[in-house]
């Protein structure tokens, strides 16, 4: 049976998207954007506001890069989640959207991608990955990255989000 290019890495959307839904269970509003706390210590690692926000920007990166119309990204998420931006410690909830709008949108955009994936011709997957440099060494198509952005490197995340997950005391998902 031949599954196209697009169908295969959605089913792998698809699957990282159900993960992440599942990790967000019991997570309060309150600590979506803090650090997670250890019997009383702090670790400086990625917190779930910092994580979905992140892999959020990707969801439009995807869909023009394949031909698809993508939603605007809401003021502030480039500043805060870029590659280049640092995971801060919000203690006073100040300084990243709340919970619901980091959520809804990447949901949402991750949502039309699949949808996007699944109807994209196979020729868009061959051609050359416009990016520069590493990105493009390492993934040289623009389904060699699309595989990527929807599988490795959002499984990556989540697998932070589990840790940040298990230090809260919340458990596995």
């Given at each position: 049976m031949h599954r196209s290019i697009g169908n295969v890495i959605a089913d792998t959307l698809t699957l990282s998207l159900s993960y992440a839904e599942r990790l967000l269970k019991n997570v309060p509003a309150d600590r979506f954007a803090r650090f997670a706390s250890v019997g009383g210590t702090t670790v400086e690692s990625n917190h779930p506001s910092f994580i979905y926000g992140h892999l959020s920007l990707y969801a439009p990166k995807i869909l023009r890069l394949i031909g698809h119309p993508a939603p605007s990204i809401p003021g502030g998420f480039e500043l805060r989640f870029s590659k280049d931006a640092t995971c801060v410690d919000d203690v006073d909830c100040d300084l990243y959207p709340v919970k619901d709008e980091i959520v809804a949108f990447f949901l949402e955009g991750h949502r039309m991608v699949t949808a996007a994936l699944?109807?994209?011709?196979?020729?868009?997957?061959?051609q050359p990955n416009p990016a520069e440099?590493?990105?493009?060494?390492?993934?040289?198509?623009?389904?060699?990255?699309?595989?990527?952005?929807?599988?490795?490197?959002?499984?990556?995340?989540?697998?932070?989000?589990?840790?940040?997950?298990?230090?809260?005391?919340?458990g596995a998902a």
């Open positions: 699944r109807s994209t011709e196979e020729a868009v997957f061959d440099g590493r990105m493009k060494e390492l993934f040289p198509t623009i389904g060699s990255v699309q595989t990527f952005y929807c599988g490795g490197h959002m499984m990556m995340h989540l697998g932070q989000m589990s840790a940040w997950r298990r230090m809260e005391g919340l």
